[in-house]
Every structure is written in structure tokens, then in C-alpha cells.
């Protein structure tokens, strides 16, 4: 029934995503990753606005994504019914929950793919971007020994610009553990480099222009 609702939306929202957003896409390196994800991953982006979801949909058309989603969406009756039909794993960051990394982690053994916004909450104006990300992204792609495939939007919706968003290079967060430090540290400090990452894909991006 996901895949199905995912695809019914996809295919009538195509034309109007097409002239309303006009995506133009950037890689890394394409032949590393493009816009055609094989096998099971961790799509981890920037977070600008609640249409980042949007654009990553149809950025990513040929796969059904299942992003976690904030407990504030879902309070909104209508809304939180079409999330529950795309498939949206449910994130309560009022209590102390983490039944959604377990949720994520079935999903991707299952051979799917889920989306984070690790920051956990649009930043404020006069907040420095991208805010700190939670460190259950790092927790979720260890568990699941998945590759997390980093990606920047640059959030600008609405607008005379285009949409512009690059895609980076898949990333094993294994290869990133430090034998020297304990879990705790190990969690703290890839998920500061995945920022990192997240962050030079936005200087990428500015190269572009």
C-alpha cells in the first residue's frame, strides 16, 4: 500500500514539481552516486523546510523513500494521514522513544531506503546552518551497517531561482571508527564528521553558481 500511495503521488505530482520547483541537480561524482539508489541506504540532508521533503521524493523518483518525521506533523489530522500513507516513521522528541532507529533499521534489512534530517528541527533565523545533528543518524547507520548518502538542498522554494541540490559520494561510517575510542566517542565524533560532510556539499554547491 506504501508503494503504491508513494508512486500515485509521484506520478500526479510530477508536472507540477516540474515547473514550481525546476530542480537542477549536482553530483559529487555521478558515477559514484547519481540520482538511482541500488540496494538499501540512509539519505541524510540539510533541513531548510518542511518542502526538503518534497524535493527529495521526486529528486530520488525511482525509489520509495521513508523519511523520519517529527510528532508535530502528525497532530495535524489531514497531514498526518498522507505521512502515515507515504510511510513516514514516526519521531517522538518529546519523550525519550527510540523505537524509530529500530523502525529505520527493519526498513533497511528490508531493502529500503530511509531519509533523516539529523538536525531534528528547522534552525531559526539567526541560527548558524546546519544546526547540530543528532547523533541517532550515527547509531542507525552503524546498527544497520548501511551506506549513508549524504545530500544538500539549498532550500529555496517559490522563487524565481531553481531548486539546487547536490549529491554526494556514499559514505561507510564504519570506515570512520577510531579503534582508540570508546562507542560513545566514536558516535559523538562521526556524527560531527557527517555535518561536516553536509556542510562541504553546500560549499559545492555555492562553487556551481
Keep these: 500500500m506504501i508503494n503504491f500511495f508513494n508512486w500515485f503521488v509521484k506520478i500526479t505530482g510530477w508536472l507540477v514539481q516540474l515547473i514550481v520547483f525546476r530542480t537542477k541537480v549536482f553530483y559529487v561524482d555521478k558515477a559514484k552516486q547519481s540520482r538511482k539508489i541500488k540496494g538499501p541506504a540512509i539519505i541524510v540532508s540539510n533541513h531548510t523546510s518542511v518542502w526538503d521533503y518534497a524535493i527529495w521524493l521526486f529528486v530520488f523518483f525511482s525509489r520509495t523513500l521513508r523519511f523520519q518525521m517529527a510528532e508535530v506533523l502528525y497532530k495535524k489530522k489531514v497531514l498526518g ?79 524565481k531561482s531553481r531548486v539546487r541540490v547536490m549529491i554526494g559520494n556514499p559514505i561507510n561510517v564504519s570506515d570512520y571508527i577510531d579503534e582508540s575510542l570508546s562507542e ?13 560532510k553536509i556542510i562541504e556539499l553546500g560549499q559545492k554547491l555555492d562553487e556551481q553558481r
Design 81 to 159: 494521514l498522507f505521512l502515515k500513507m507515504m510511510g513516514g516513521i514516526y519521531v517522538n522528541r518529546e519523550t525519550h522513544d527510540l523505537s524509530f532507529i529500530d523502525k529505520s533499521n527493519e526498513i533497511l534489512r528490508k531493502g529500503g531506503v530511509v531519509g533523516i534530517f539529523p538536525e531534528s528541527r528547522l534552525p531559526l533565523p539567526e541560527e548558524e546552518r546546519p544546526l547540530p545533528f543528532k547523533e541517532s543518524v550515527t547509531q542507525l547507520a552503524l546498527l544497520s551497517e548501511k551506506v549513508i548518502i549524504p545530500v544538500y538542498t539549498s532550500g529555496v522554494y517559490f522563487k
Design 184 to 196: 560513545k566517542e566514536n558516535i559523538d565524533r562521526i556524527t560531527k564528521l557527517l555535518r561536516e
